[in-house]
């Protein structure tokens, strides 16, 4: 039986994705197992459904990323201290009677890539990101496309007219984060005859004005198919799917389970800026106001380490109408049908469950990828509506109960919701027997599979 080994990008961002795509993996009756640094395997089980789970050193086993004097250390240290690690576990497996058929890498972990070409093994590529993100950072970096001055419009084949604010941050060279910058922009440099895999479905990724799409652009330059949504809970046709396998904060369940259950339909506002994401103590304010302002219920995830950034006594006070926690089942609120909206920083991972689970999004991207999933959002699916920022550089309390106000109880909101509603039976599709990625997924199986023949 042909034995995939995986490597994401040891976050929760990255490792949730890519666990899915090995469930889906083993659903077709391939043998995998996912590979991530020990420090994390140390909070997560050794076997997710019939993932194995394997470790190998990031240099930081006693306290990861945040142990590390800065971000450009730790990934130093990922690349050097995991690059030998990595290597003695393929040849410590390859001596097994279960040896790797081939690896599948993130695109933010390379040099896993060079791991496998140094032992002899295929490798795969598999992108976290839309194929739109996916397309810029590639053309950019190839000098097809110029990232547009501030004021115009770039037009762009395969993609929605955009202004420079609207680009993926590390398409505009501005010297900031310089380790993750060459890290987006180089993901993508394999030829032609190179898979990669994206998180994402055709039918999300389409026709904007021209007959191309965002996947056909990357099929220009790679062997690219699209496999998502790797979301956990859509139903798939052999009934696979339906576990969630790993947080790497812990929940607080039975609260917000609890709270929601006692709203009614589509009445909640839940906010949550994903795992990584710092936002500045005006914004907070403002946004601790606006949600008070709007009069709705709201449930928001402030994690502990960011509770600080709230107003004083607002943890504790949020008014009757508010709940706080520091971590939250994401699925399972998005799947409880009190939500009626969510306020998102429109990470790639949040920007797919919300669309899987039909939720309208109101957009508040901060960096990297998400001012373009912001754009999709907005003016290519019509699912949610993008806060704006006053001159001042937040966005205001007023612009947030707008905001609210808009998608929940707007004519605009209807509109969205029906949109909403329509891409969420269009990822099911996509997923189920038969549909774009599910073919696509066989496709892949079948790669696989030959390489054993
Ligand atoms: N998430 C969660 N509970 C929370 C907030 C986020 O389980 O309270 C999960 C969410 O479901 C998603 C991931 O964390 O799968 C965040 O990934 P995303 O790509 O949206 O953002 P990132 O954390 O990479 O910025």
Request: negative net charge.
């Amino acid at each position: 039986m042909a034995h995939v080994l995986i490597l994401p990008y040891p976050s929760q961002g990255h490792i949730s994705p890519m666990l899915q795509f090995a469930m889906d993996l083993t659903s077709k009756g391939l043998n995998v197992t996912l590979v991530t640094t020990s420090y994390i395997t140390k909070s997560i089980n050794s076997q997710i459904g019939n993932v194995s789970i394997a470790s190998i050193s990031d240099g930081y086993d006693e306290g990861g990323v945040r142990s590390a004097s800065s971000l450009e250390v730790y990934l130093d240290s990922l690349e050097v201290v995991g690059s030998k690690s990595l290597k003695e576990l393929i040849e410590k497996y390859n001596q097994s009677t279960e040896p790797f058929t081939c690896m599948v890498f993130d695109t933010y972990v390379p040099w896993g890539d060079k791991v496998a070409k140094s032992v002899g093994l295929p490798s795969i590529a598999f992108s976290t990101q839309s194929c739109a993100v996916s397309a810029i950072y590639h053309l950019v970096r190839k000098e097809i496309l110029d990232v547009p001055e501030p004021g115009i419009i770039k037009e762009m084949i395969g993609l929605p007219s955009m202004e420079r604010s609207e680009f993926p941050s590390f398409a505009l060279k501005d010297g900031s984060y310089p380790t993750l910058a060459a890290f987006a922009l180089d993901q993508f440099n394999g030829n032609k005859n190179d898979w990669v895999l994206f998180n994402s479905f055709d039918e999300l990724e389409t026709e904007v004005k021209s007959s191309r799409l965002a996947i056909t652009v990357l099929k220009d330059h790679f062997h690219a198919r699209a496999i998502g949504p790797c979301v956990p809970f859509l139903p798939k046709a052999d009934g696979h799917g339906n576990t969630y396998g790993m947080s790497l904060l812990e929940p607080e369940d039975d609260v917000c389970m609890k709270w929601l259950n006692g709203k009614p339909a589509k009445s909640v506002v839940y906010v949550s800026f994903g795992s990584f994401a710092s936002i500045q103590n005006k914004q907070m304010e403002e946004l601790a106001e606006g949600l008070k302002g709007s009069g709705k219920n709201f449930l928001w995830v402030v994690r502990a380490a960011e509770q600080k950034t709230l107003p004083k006594g607002f943890a504790e006070n949020p008014g009757e109408n508010g709940q706080i926690v520091t971590w939250s089942p994401q699925l399972k609120v998005l799947a409880n049908e009190a939500v009626g909206c969510f306020l998102t920083h429109c990470g790639w991972n949040s920007t797919l469950e919300a669309i899987s689970f039909g939720v309208p999004m109101l957009a508040m991207p901060q960096w990297t990828d998400q001012p373009t999933n912001a754009k999709f959002i907005e003016d290519v699916w019509g699912t949610g509506i993008r806060a704006k920022a006053g001159e001042e550089g937040f966005i205001g309390r007023k612009e947030i109960m707008k905001c609210i106000e808009e998608i929940m109880d707007g004519e605009k909101g209807c509109m969205i919701r029906n949109n909403a509603k329509k891409l969420k039976e269009s990822a099911k599709e996509a997923v189920t027997d038969g549909g774009s990625s599910d073919r696509n997924l066989n496709e892949f199986v079948a790669y696989v599979n030959a390489m054993t023949e």
